[in-house]
């Protein structure tokens, strides 16, 4: 395994190129955290707030959202066909060129 490139565009529109290691068992909200961008986690990757929901840009396979992920996402502000939590992105080889953009905060 190695580490893999990641895009993404914070709240004031610049793009960051992260790597993101794929054998630690990340997702990613630990690697947006690890880089210092603004990404709150407040939930600590529970599936149990939105302050990591991000818009995924690029079409890579991630799954279907889990009940929870549903759940929380129907009860967070600005949220798109393409959003997910952060936390719920597990970090893997297949996410080679993930592009996403970080959602805006609450209101």
Known sequence: MS???ISVTDR????HEL????DMNM???EVCKAHELPVEGTCGGMALCAS???YVLSDHPLGER?????AMLAEAFHVRESSRLGCQIPITEDLEGLQVELAPEED
């Open 52 to 54: 990591c929901q991000c």
């Open 12 to 15: 004031e529109g610049i793009t």
């Open 27 to 29: 997702n990613l909200m």
């Open 66 to 70: 889990s009940d929870d992920e549903e």
């Open 19 to 22: 790597e993101a290691p794929t």
């Open 3 to 5: 580490d893999i490139i």
